[in-house]
C-alpha cells in the first residue's frame, strides 16, 4: 500500500540555535544499558549508506549509524547534532555550522586510531551527493545549495542560491567519512562503502550475516552518550504474516510497520505494544484529464460521492486510518481541516451525471453523445495486495451502482510505472503518495510537470492552481504559505482531479520490554538511542 | 576402473556439456532478450524516491556505464560471463557470483532434500504395489500419493506452519540465530517441499509402470525359474534408471515449488533472490539466477546419462 511513489523536501518550523553538550559515555539518565534488540523488517535493504540508498528499509538502518548537520527531536523541534550551533546571515542565503568537536567516526575491528569528525567531511559528502556520477534521490533536493567552504576544521559554510524556507531543517542529511568511500569523486552501490558503512551515530555496524541479518552494536563513543540498548538486529522477512507470527514467538522484539490484517492479533495480546505513528502519505483514485469525459470535473465528483470511504476503511483496514479531503497527509501542517470530505451520497452522483449530460444507455451504463462511461482502472501488483485488491473491487461495485462500468487491470509494478508515467494509457489509477515533506504537492497538480515520467500523470491543469502553487513556494514567510496552501487544499478539494481516500495509521508493534520509545513518523529510529530494556528482562 | 569402463562415461559427459554450454547460451540469449524488451527499466530502482526526470534516467545508465542497445549489452555480459564475472547487482552493487554462491547452496540442500524426500515416499508405494498388484493397500496408498501431490505447496506451508506454532507452540521458520536446535526447522521447509511439489504421484505411477514392465520381462522370469534373486535382476532397469529419470526430469519443478517455499518460511535461497530481482528488473542477477538454474537442471540430466551408460555401456553409442 504505502509504496513510495514520490518524496518530497523535508519541512519544519524554524527554531533559533539551542547548543547543548552530552560528553561521550554513559547517558547517566539513571536507564539500564543491555540488551539485544532485534526487529522485523519486510524485505532486505539494498544498501546500508545514506547516499545511494533510497528505500525505507535503509533510511531507517542509516537513521541508527549516522547523524546529521541537525536533527530533530520528539516533537519535531530542529536541534543541533553534528553543529553545535548556526548562523543564518545575508538575508538567509549564508548558513554558517559551528561543528562538535571531539566526535568520532565509528572504527572498524583492526582499524587504527579512531578519526575524528571534522569540517572536511562535511564538504565531501556534499561533493559526492552533486558529483553527476553518484546516483541519489538526495541530489535534486539539495541543488539550492550554491557552494561549500570550509572555513576551518570545525566551521562550514553554505551559500544558498536562493533564500528558500525552512532551510535549516534541510541540512538533516546525513554526513558521511571521507576516509569512508574508496572512490573519493563520487559514490556508486558498487564501492564497499555502500555496504559497510562508517558513521557517526548511535549504532556501528557489525556485520552482516550469511541469512542478511544485520546486526549492529552500540558506539560507545556516541557524542549524545552511548546508546541503552546494546544491540540491534535487522532481520529480513519475505512474508508479513510469518513476521508478525516471528513476533507471537519471540523469534523478533519489534516490527516496524504492521500489516493492517495483523493489528487484531497483536491488540489482543498483553505482552505487545502496538503503536501508531503518522504516515505522510496516502491513497488516492487518481484521474486522466487525457480522456475528454473526465475531464468535466462534475464527473469526478459524482464518482467520490459515489464511493463510501467510511466504510471501505473500517471493512478493510479496521479502521485504522483517517479519511481526507485534499492533496496533503492530514499530519501535515497544509492540511485544511476546514474542508470536509464529500460524503457518501449516490443519489447526488447521479444528479452530477445527469448534469454533465449523461444519460442511462439501455445496458445501465451511463453515456454522453455516444460515449459511454466504461473505463479502466489500472491497479498495481504490489507485494501485500489484498487490501488494495478489495478497495479496488469495492471501487467498481461502488461505481456500477451509479451506472459506470470500470474495467480492472492489475498490473505488474514496473509495467504499471510505464502504463501511468510514461504511456499515459489508463483512465483512473489507484496509488499512494508518500512524502516527506507535507506541504510540497507542486510536482503532482502543476501543469509544468506533465510529460513523461513526471508526477502530474494525470494531466491535469488550472491556472488558478498552478498560480497558488507557485505563490506557496515563493514565499518565505511560513504563516502566508500556510494560508495559500489551505486555499489550494479547497480548490483541489472541490476540482476533484483524484478521488482522495485516506492515511492509514502505521503501527509498530514491540514488546512491552523496550521502553521509552519514540519513533519518528518517517525515519523511524530517530530517538532509538535513548530507548532501553530493564535489566531484568535483557536476558 | 579400467578404461573401457571410463570411455563411455568420458563419452557421454563430453556430449552432456557441450550441449549444456550450447543450452546456456540459448537460455542466456532468450532470458536477456525478455528481460530487455519486458516493460520497466532495471536503473529506476535506483531512482525511486526521487522525480526521476528522462534526464535523470540516462544520466543513471550513463554513470553506470551501459551501452544502450540490447546486443552490444548482451554480448558484454557473455563476454564477462565466461570469465566468471556475473557482473553486479542493480540493486545491492553486491558481485552476483557471490550472492548466487550463497543463496544456490541453501537452495540445493532444499531442493536435494526434497527430491529425497519425494523419493523415500515414492519408492516404497511403487514398489509395493509393483510386486503386490492392486491390493486393499496399494489403493489408499496410491490416493493418498495423488492426493498430496495435489496440494499447493503454498497452502501446505502454512497449515505446517500453523500446526507447528498452535499445537507444538514452536515457531518453525528458519532463521540463522544460532539456538539449539534450529537447524531442526529447516527440516519443515525440506519435508513440506518434498510432499508439496506435485510430482509424488506421478513418481509413483512411472516408477511402478517401470518396476511392472521389468518384472514381467523374460529374464526376470527365468531368473525367478532359476531361484536367483529377481531383485537383484530387475533393480537397474526396474528402479536405478527410473528414479534417476524421475530425478533429472522433476528438477525443474522442485526448483519452482522452491520460490515458494522459500518465501514461506524465510528461506535465505536463490528463489527469494529470484523473486526480488525479478520484481527490481535486476538483471544481472536474474541472469545469473537464470543460468544456475539451467545448470541444476542439466546437472541431474547429466547425472542420468551417466547412471544410465554405467548400467548399459553400449548406450554410449547411440
Known sequence: MNRKLLVLLLTLGMISAVSFSADAGSKRDGRPDGGTLSYGEYGRPATLDPVTSNEMISLRLTELIFNGLVGINEKQEIVPELAKSWKISD????????????????????AGEAKLFTAGDVVFTHKIMMHPRTITPLKVRYEFIASVTKIDDYTVKFTLKRPILNALAKFSFKIIPSHGPSNRHFLTREDPFAQSPIGTGPYILKNV??????????????????????????????????????????????????????????????????????????????????????????????????????EMLAS???????????????????????????????????????????????????????????????V?????????????????????????????????????????????????????WVFDDSADISSLFHSAEIGSWKNNFGGYSNPKVDSLIV????????????????????????????????????????????????????????????????????? | MRLSAVKPIALVMTREIVITTLLLLGVSFVVFVILYF????????????????????????????????????????????????????????LPVLGELIRTGINTLYLTVGSLLVTLAIAIPIALYSSVRGETVFTWPLTMFAYVISALPVFWLGYIFIYFFMHKFNVFPVFSGTGAKFSWLYSLLPIFVLGIGNGT?????????????????????RTARAK???????????????????????????????????????????????????????????????????????????????????????????E
Open chain 1, 91 to 110: 538575508r538567509g542565503r549564508t548558513y554558517t555550522f559551528f561543528l562538535r568537536k571531539n566526535v568520532t567516526w565509528h572504527q572498524k575491528e583492526g
Open chain 1, 209 to 310: 550475516t550469511a541469512d542478511r541479518e544485520i546486526i549492529l552494536v552500540a558506539n560507545d563513543n556516541y557524542f549524545k552518550g552511548r546508546p541503552h540498548i546494546d544491540k540491534f538486529v535487522a532481520k529480513p522477512f519475505a512474508d508479513q504474516n510469518i513476521m508478525t507470527q516471528a513476533l507471537m514467538f519471540n523469534a523478533i522484539d519489534m516490527i516496524v510497520l504492521v500489516n493492517p490484517r495483523d493489528i487484531p492479533e497483536i491488540q489482543g495480546d498483553k505482552r505487545y505494544v502496538l503503536q501508531p505513528y503518522n504516515a505522510l502519505s496516502y491513497s488516492f483514485f487518481g484521474y486522466n484529464m487525457r480522456n475528454p469525459l473526465l475531464r468535466d470535473k462534475r464527473v469526478r465528483k459524482a464518482f467520490t460521492y459515489a464511493v463510501n470511504r467510511k
Open chain 1, 316 to 378: 478493510f483496514f479496521n479502521r485504522q486510518g483517517t479519511i481526507i479531503s485534499g492533496p496533503f497527509a492530514p499530519g501535515s501542517w497544509a492540511y485544511n481541516l476546514a474542508v470536509k470530505p464529500f460524503r457518501f451520497n449516490p443519489e447526488k452522483a447521479m444528479a452530477l451525471l445527469k448534469e454533465a449530460g449523461f444519460t442511462k444507455g439501455s445496458d445501465g451504463i451511463m453515456a454522453k453523445g455516444g460515449k459511454k462511461l466504461s473505463l479502466t482502472l489500472k
Open chain 1, 380 to 432: 498495481p501488483i504490489e507485494k501485500e495486495s489484498e487490501a488494495v485488491k478489495r478497495v479496488v473491487l469495492a471501487f467498481k461495485n461502488y461505481l456500477k451502482n451509479i451506472g459506470v462500468a470500470i474495467k480492472v487491470e492489475f498490473k505488474e509494478w514496473q509495467s504499471w510505472k510505464e502504463d501511468v508515467f510514461l504511456e499515459h494509457d489508463f483512465d483512473i489509477i489507484f496509488a499512494s
Open chain 1, 471 to 539: 505563490e506557496s513556494k515563493l514565499t518565505l514567510d511560513h504563516e502566508k504559505r500556510r494560508t495559500i496552501n489551505r486555499k489550494l487544499h479547497a480548490l483541489l478539494a472541490d476540482e476533484a482531479p483524484y478521488t482522495f481516500l485516506w492515511t492509514l495509521t502505521n503501527y509498530a508493534a514491540y514488546h512491552k520490554k523496550i521502553r521509552h520509545v519514540a519513533i519518528h513518523p518517517y525515519k523511524y529510529f530517530s530517538f532509538a538511542d535513548d530507548w532501553f530494556i530493564p535489566s531484568g528482562s535483557q536476558k
Open chain 2, 38 to 93: 519486458s516493460p520497466g527499466d532495471p536503473f529506476s530502482v535506483l531512482l525511486q524516491g526521487q522525480m526521476a526526470s528522462e534526464e535523470a534516467r540516462m544520466g543513471a545508465r550513463e554513470a553506470l556505464g551501459v551501452s544502450p542497445s540490447w546486443y552490444t549489452q548482451y554480448v558484454s555480459w557473455l563476454v564477462n560471463m565466461f570469465q566468471g564475472n556475473f557482473g553486479t547487482s542493480i540493486r545491492t552493487g
Open chain 2, 200 to 220: 509424488t504421484s506421478e513418481v509413483i505411477r512411472y516408477l511402478r509402470d517401470e518396476m511392472g514392465r521389468v518384472m514381467s520381462e523374460d529374464y526376470i
Open chain 2, 227 to 317: 531361484g536367483a534373486s529377481v531383485w537383484k535382476h530387475s533393480f537397474k532397469e526396474g528402479l536405478l534408471i527410473p528414479v534417476t529419470e524421475m530425478i533429472a526430469a522433476k528438477i525443474p519443478f522442485i526448483l519452482g515449488g522452491a520460490v515458494i517455499v522459500e518465501q514461506v518460511f524465510n528461506w535465505p535461497g536463490m528463489g527469494r533472490m529470484a523473486w526480488q530481482a525479478a520484481q527490481d528488473r535486476d538483471f544481472p542477477v536474474i541472469m545469473g539466477i537464470a543460468i544456475l538454474a539451467a545448470v541444476f537442471v542439466r546437472m541431474g540430466s547429466m547425472f542420468q546419462r551417466v547412471v544410465y551408460v554405467v548400467v548399459n555401456p553400449r548406450a554410449s553409442q
